[in-house]
């Protein structure tokens, strides 16, 4: 007849460090049902990450040829509203009129715009304060001290570059990525 | 777990009897809100509010439950799900009225709870821990509340959505990747929508279940009193059934009819208008405002309006978040050896005259538009809000001299303790 209990003896042998072989099975067997459950914390936190559907919108195409100087139009990229104008001669020489180093975020016109189309700005219509969308992109809405945006929330006011003149945004209205070909506006 | 004079539970019944055998529930009702469980006898009707934010919260769940077998979560049709719970499910429009007055009277119980408090320093040993859940229970309520608030996807729901979310966004680093996580998008839409509607409908039970370790934690050194002095005896205790079952009863009552005075009479009155406006991401409302329960942290929030070393959003954000975890602190800030205010001339005349009249106005220049004067009475009474408990309290609560304290609760409602207990015999024999 098998004995059954016959290994009992055998477990408890100590080595010669003094470490049983069950210590090591227990170590062994925890530790890995502990990675098992960490590496279940991936999906279930990433699930919340944008879906494949939400980043395939990340793009947005818009018609620039029938926007004249002085024009705007308010378009639609990542669910958020964008701001595409291009500048009147008076509104670029204003923005480029400005000490630089005067400004809380530092920026030239130049640098918020692509080379060769000085006169095209395009920003995000979200104020970088709490997110609302400032006014100044429709005809007869208030511009602000500055001639640019003004959000009406908590007083933002933005200069024609579209950057942080007075209020308590931090930052200039975000220029998103954007490439120009002919005269199709590539955002994203 | 209670006093050694507690009545103990002896079922009459042969079905109790097994029962008791079985499973011991009814004992736990008996010994938790039953006459097995003695609670000191000159409670004054602040001690309702903890009855009264159970009840709420179970009023919550009751009718959160109903809107949902009738609300989609959908960015297309959410806002059309609410009006049709308004016009065609039936009853719906008492469900959802009920619901939304029920969260504001939810928190008016819970600021009274948490007010009555300060004033009695019931966080004070041994009832710390009580405290710290409650805190914890109240940040629950805070979540809770804001994603309730953007289900109906209207105006405010969707730019309180955007302003929330926005504050994740000042934290260095990771702000702005934390923010597309939360919202699942780059602003908030059908996936920060759901998401709301699947952990508003899950956090009120893990509020529920913190109720019940704050309900565990309270009957362990039992209430605290307006004397604050512990129990000592058996006559400083009454059953709380029949007693405090009939108190909370009537204070029930009446809070009964002052809620559905605005529930049939004045169902909007805590609401905004533009939240009947279906939410447009193209279009801001001109004055944003959370709910009225939320004033307080957003004055506080939005009184940081100069950048020193961090930028102004975070300081505001970190200072928002800190008004609250502070009272976390408040057993260890707290150094006096009384409770309740009753006692502590000082405290009180800081507690009637600063602590109250400045959470007043961070009140009313949460809800008024961000503009002088009240951008700069926001941050006077802020900084005299964080002064009350980092530095008012502890002084005060250490120089001050406590007015001498009554011997027992007994001797605080009855006179003399021989008074109490021999009525006139008592005069004879001095």
Same mark, same amino acid.
């Given at each position: 007849?098998?004995?059954?209990?016959?290994?009992?003896?055998?477990?408890?042998?100590?080595?010669?460090?003094?470490?049983? !072989?069950?210590?090591?099975?227990?170590?062994?067997?925890?530790?890995?049902? #502990? %990675?098992?459950?960490?590496?279940?914390? +991936? @999906? $279930?936190?990433?699930?919340?990450?944008?879906?494949?559907?939400?980043?395939?919108?990340?793009?947005?195409?818009?018609?620039?040829?029938?926007?004249?100087?002085?024009?705007?139009?308010?378009?639609?990229?990542?669910?958020?509203?964008?701001?595409?104008?291009?500048?009147?001669?008076?509104?670029?020489?204003?923005?480029?009129?400005?000490?630089?180093?005067?400004?809380?975020?530092?920026?030239?016109?130049?640098? !918020?715009?692509?080379?060769?189309?000085?006169?095209?700005?395009?920003?995000? #219509? %979200?104020?970088?304060?709490?997110?609302? +969308? @400032? $006014?100044?992109?429709?005809?007869?809405?208030?511009?602000?001290?500055?001639?640019?945006?003004?959000?009406?929330?908590?007083?933002?006011?933005?200069?024609?570059?579209?950057?942080?003149?007075?209020?308590?945004?931090?930052?200039?209205?975000?220029?998103?990525?954007?490439?120009?070909?002919?005269?199709?506006?590539?955002?994203? | 777990?209670?006093?050694?004079?507690?009545?103990?539970?002896?079922?009459?019944?042969?079905?109790?009897?097994?029962?008791?055998?079985?499973?011991?529930?009814?004992?736990?009702?008996?010994?938790?809100?039953?006459?097995?469980?003695?609670?000191?006898?000159?409670?004054?009707?602040?001690?309702?509010?903890?009855?009264?934010?159970?009840?709420?919260?179970?009023?919550?769940?009751?009718?959160?439950?109903?809107?949902?077998?009738?609300?989609?979560?959908?960015?297309?049709?959410?806002?059309?799900?609410?009006?049709?719970?308004?016009?065609?499910?039936?009853?719906?429009?008492?469900?959802?009225?009920?619901?939304?007055?029920?969260?504001?009277?939810?928190?008016?119980?819970?600021?009274?709870?948490?007010?009555?408090?300060?004033?009695?320093?019931?966080?004070?040993?041994?009832?710390?821990?009580?405290?710290?859940?409650?805190?914890?229970?109240?940040?629950?309520?805070?979540?809770?509340?804001?994603?309730?608030?953007?289900?109906?996807?209207?105006?405010?729901?969707?730019?309180?959505?955007?302003?929330?979310?926005?504050?994740?966004?000042?934290?260095?680093?990771?702000?702005?990747?934390?923010?597309?996580?939360?919202?699942?998008?780059?602003?908030?839409?059908?996936?920060?929508?759901?998401?709301?509607?699947?952990?508003?409908?899950?956090?009120?039970?893990?509020?529920?279940?913190?109720?019940?370790?704050?309900?565990?934690?309270?009957?362990?050194?039992?209430?605290?009193?307006?004397?604050?002095?512990?129990?000592?005896?058996?006559?400083?205790?009454?059953?709380?059934?029949?007693?405090?079952?009939?108190?909370?009863?009537?204070?029930?009552?009446?809070?009964?009819?002052?809620?559905?005075?605005?529930?049939?009479?004045?169902?909007?009155?805590?609401?905004?208008?533009?939240?009947?406006?279906?939410?447009?991401?193209?279009?801001?409302?001109?004055?944003?405002?959370?709910?009225?329960?939320?004033?307080?942290?957003?004055?506080?929030?939005?009184?940081?309006?100069?950048?020193?070393?961090?930028?102004?959003?975070?300081?505001?954000?970190?200072?928002?978040?800190?008004?609250?975890?502070?009272?976390?602190?408040?057993?260890?800030?707290?150094?006096?050896?009384?409770?309740?205010?009753?006692?502590?001339?000082?405290?009180?005349?800081?507690?009637?005259?600063?602590?109250?009249?400045?959470?007043?106005?961070?009140?009313?220049?949460?809800?008024?538009?961000?503009?002088?004067?009240?951008?700069?009475?926001?941050?006077?009474?802020?900084?005299?809000?964080?002064?009350?408990?980092?530095?008012?309290?502890?002084?005060?609560?250490?120089?001050?001299?406590?007015?001498?304290?009554?011997?027992?609760?007994?001797?605080?409602?009855?006179?003399?303790?021989?008074?109490?207990?021999?009525?006139?015999?008592?005069?004879?024999?001095?």
């Amino acid at each position: 007849m098998a004995t059954t209990t016959g290994n009992a003896e055998v477990a408890d042998v100590t080595g010669e460090d003094g470490v049983r !072989r069950r210590d090591f099975i227990e170590i062994a067997a925890v530790s890995a049902a #502990g %990675v098992g459950a960490l590496a279940t914390l +991936v @999906p $279930l936190v990433t699930q919340m990450a944008p879906s494949a559907d939400v980043l395939a919108e990340s793009t947005t195409e818009l018609d620039i040829s029938a926007l004249d100087v002085g024009q705007s139009i308010k378009a639609v990229f990542r669910k958020q509203p964008v701001f595409v104008r291009r500048l009147t001669p008076a509104e670029i020489t204003a923005a480029n009129d400005v000490d630089v180093d005067s400004l809380r975020d530092p920026q030239t016109l130049a640098e !918020r715009t692509l080379p060769g189309h000085e006169e095209l700005l395009v920003v995000m #219509g %979200v104020c970088t304060h709490l997110g609302c +969308v @400032p $006014l100044g992109a429709a005809e007869g809405e208030n511009k602000g001290e500055f001639g640019g945006y003004f959000c009406p929330c908590h007083g933002s006011h933005y200069d024609t570059a579209a950057r942080i003149r007075k209020g308590p945004a931090p930052k200039n209205l975000q220029v998103p990525e954007y490439s120009i070909s002919d005269t199709t506006l590539v955002i994203g | 777990m209670s006093f050694p004079w507690a009545k103990d539970y002896q079922p009459q019944n042969p079905l109790m009897r097994f029962l008791d055998e079985k499973l011991p529930l009814p004992r736990l009702v008996y010994n938790a809100v039953g006459a097995g469980y003695p609670v000191p006898r000159n409670l004054s009707y602040f001690w309702n509010f903890g009855v009264l934010a159970g009840f709420f919260l179970v009023l919550q769940i009751v009718t959160g439950v109903v809107l949902a077998m009738h609300y989609a979560p959908n960015t297309l049709v959410a806002f059309g799900s609410v009006e049709h719970i308004m016009r065609d499910v039936n009853w719906g429009w008492l469900m959802r009225y009920t619901h939304a007055n029920g969260a504001s009277f939810f928190f008016i119980v819970i600021y009274i709870h948490i007010f009555r408090g300060f004033f009695y320093a019931s966080y004070k040993p041994p009832r710390e821990m009580i405290w710290l859940l409650g805190v914890v229970i109240f940040l629950l309520m805070m979540a809770t509340a804001f994603m309730g608030y953007v289900l109906p996807w209207g105006q405010m729901s969707f730019w309180g959505a955007q302003v929330i979310t926005g504050l994740f966004e000042a934290i260095p680093l990771v702000g702005p990747g934390l923010k597309t996580w939360l919202l699942g998008g780059f602003a908030p839409d059908n996936a920060a929508l759901n998401r709301f509607f699947s952990l508003h409908y899950l956090l009120p039970f893990v509020i529920a279940g913190a109720v019940i370790l704050h309900i565990w934690a309270l009957h362990i050194p039992g209430s605290s009193n307006p004397t604050g002095v512990e129990v000592k005896q058996e006559s400083d205790t009454v059953p709380f059934h029949p007693y405090y079952t009939a108190k909370d009863g009537f204070g029930l009552g009446v809070a009964l009819i002052i809620f559905f005075a605005f529930v049939f009479f004045m169902p909007n009155m805590l609401g905004h208008p533009d939240n009947y406006i279906e939410a447009n991401p193209l279009s801001t409302p001109a004055h944003i405002v959370p709910e009225w329960y939320f004033y307080p942290f957003y004055a506080i929030l939005r009184a940081f309006t100069f950048d020193f070393i961090l930028p102004a959003k975070l300081w505001g954000v970190l200072a928002m978040f800190s008004a609250i975890l502070v009272w976390f602190f408040l057993p260890w800030l707290d150094k006096s050896p009384v409770r309740s205010g009753h006692y502590r001339p000082l405290f009180r005349k800081f507690f009637w005259f600063g602590l109250i009249p400045c959470m007043a106005v961070l009140f009313y220049c949460g809800g008024a538009p961000a503009e002088e004067p009240y951008v700069m009475i926001s941050q006077i009474a802020t900084a005299y809000y964080f002064l009350h408990f980092l530095v008012i309290l502890p002084i005060v609560s250490s120089i001050e001299r406590p007015d001498p304290l009554p011997f027992s609760i007994t001797e605080a409602v009855l006179g003399s303790d021989d008074n109490a207990v021999l009525g006139d015999k008592a005069q004879a024999t001095a």
